[in-house]
């Protein structure tokens, strides 16, 4: 229950509070509150997250439209150009590139690989425009990126059949799992960067949890605002802080800590963490 | 390159011939056609492969129409009725609930979870058709089956916000992987019923590639018409039998060899292996 108590947002600094939004009956209580408020934690924006989830994905749904104007939900695979606008390569034999030709009106959402048994706790975003042919260095260039992300599509690549689509970004959703979300354009999206520490995050914070329980349970203590946490797991980890998965006796929690300075390449992750810790413990 | 050579289709008897209907430039040679051929072996319906990977999975992407009629795509968990129709329950604090109430035509594509790392030979399959809200014992029903699926969603279910819908299926696409895909009408989907040895399929075939590549290798010499084959693995199973992808000196391939009789539970489907290995050992 400690989980299920907690699921719906982080207490502290979320920045988009699901909670308060829900239209929830009187009397629901599912977050256990920091007692000691901690210092505001920086995150990374709305579109740098969307940036490092395309980053780090080589499969998302496309949603494109029917010839009656239904939605029309596929499989593709892809790549992403260094403004992150994804590349997609596609069949005339299916529908989804048939679809393409008629409206280039799409759609995308790329879904990060769930940690635990709760999939919709899995980040994600969605990514929505106007897929367009390239033409000239640019068709080049994109075919480059989709055989770096796909490379067994190196056989089919001279398939009079396939073309090349790379999504002009307009709108951007990002979800983070429970009560973690906020939106984007496309010019944010373009100009932000993945970030650094994307790649390195899911070996940290399998690390993290596995080795050293006992300094996140610190961290929770004396830096996450519950002095009462009985545990506390890694949940997420990027170049600004980490996400805690708290319980105390009053419910659980999720808590948000910053690093003492962000992270600038993925060497650094180990460093500020230890310092962390240290600080943690006073 | 073996394996690049042979992702097009299934060489013998592939449902629809992916190869023959790809745009190729002259002289491209991609699949080893059998040397022997083997017996037409049978294979489950797009409706029950359909069927199946609904039934397996529990999470989906959902593609919805914006208010400008725009594709949106967005991730979803989902239940399923007794006849496949799948269940979803989503706030209106997110775009695919508002999408859905504004025009309720909708799509869902549920893809397996890949075993390689080529993400396009993952099986998935499209839904697409109308969504509707449950009444009555249907909302009962529906409800209770999205709670089994995700039982995390208990926390809110009572939640004002949120809202059922069960997808009226009414055009299905399924895709096997390369080469392998076939459509089916929702009168079938309904019909149909899902693998009875799916859920025990991934485990089958992890168990047959890790101890019993000598009877798989002995399978596609003998009955998979691939007399020169020096190596096979298993790359699907169900009821009906299992698909081979064989390694040989002229090239790699798909092929298919059916079980002496149809499985009819999970249990069975040791036995049939067996079987089919003895046969193959003559």
Redesign the interface.
Known sequence: MG???A??GYPNRVPSP?HG?????DG?A?IAAPIVSPDDAPRLSAAEHARTLVAAG?????????DD???????V?YGALDDGRPVVFV?R?A?HARNLERDP?????V?EA?SGD???A?G?V?L?GVAERPDGALAGTALERYLAA?P?????A????FSLWVLRVERV?W?GGYGRMASAGGGAYAAAAPDVVGPAAPGAIAHLNADHADALLAMARTLGGHPDATTAACHAIDRLGLDLFVSTPRGSAFTRLAFARPVTDPGGLRAATVELARRARG
């Open positions: 989980r299920l108590r699921i719906l699901a939004e829900h239209d929830v009956p629901t599912v080589r499969t998302a749904s496309l949603a494109t439209l029917a104007g239904a939605p029309w939900a596929s499989l695979a069949s034999l529908e009106r799409a759609s995308l959402v879904t769930p709760d999939a919709l899995a994600r969605t929505a796909v067994t599509a190196r056989v089919y001279e398939f009079r059949d959703r979800v």
